[in-house]
């Protein structure tokens, strides 16, 4: 697994393509703007993230599908009702933008949808 806090050369991203697969598993600090990309598990990126000084309400999970450049906010890691997240997605309509604006942020020079 990788940590970013920049946006991904399309070198990087295609580095990432070869080492992980067409889909990569992000975790998302939604207030630093950190993404932990590759991990096996979004709770091994939690860690990571919450070991650099993240807030665990501020760290969700989902993906991005590199040959159909679609991303998703699904991740067991999301299930959270103590804040009103009893699902895989990411209800909130706040923190799903937040996600999807990074994850477009970090990856923009791959162009993802």
């Not at 975790?27 to 000084?53: C, M, Q, R």
């Amino acid at each position: 697994m990788e940590f970013f806090d920049r946006p991904l050369t399309s070198e990087k991203v295609r580095d990432l393509w070869h080492q992980y697969g067409d889909y990569l598993k992000l975790t998302i600090d939604i207030e630093n703007e950190w993404i932990v990309v590759g991990s096996g598990l979004h709770a091994d990126a939690e860690k990571l993230l919450l070991d650099k000084g993240s807030n665990q309400d501020n760290i969700w999970g989902g993906g991005v599908n590199l040959k159909n450049r679609q991303i998703d906010t699904t991740a067991v890691l999301n299930l959270r009702p103590r804040m009103n997240n009893d699902n895989l997605e990411i209800l909130d309509q706040k923190r799903r933008k937040k996600f999807i604006k990074i994850t477009k942020k970090l990856f923009k020079n791959y162009g993802l949808k």
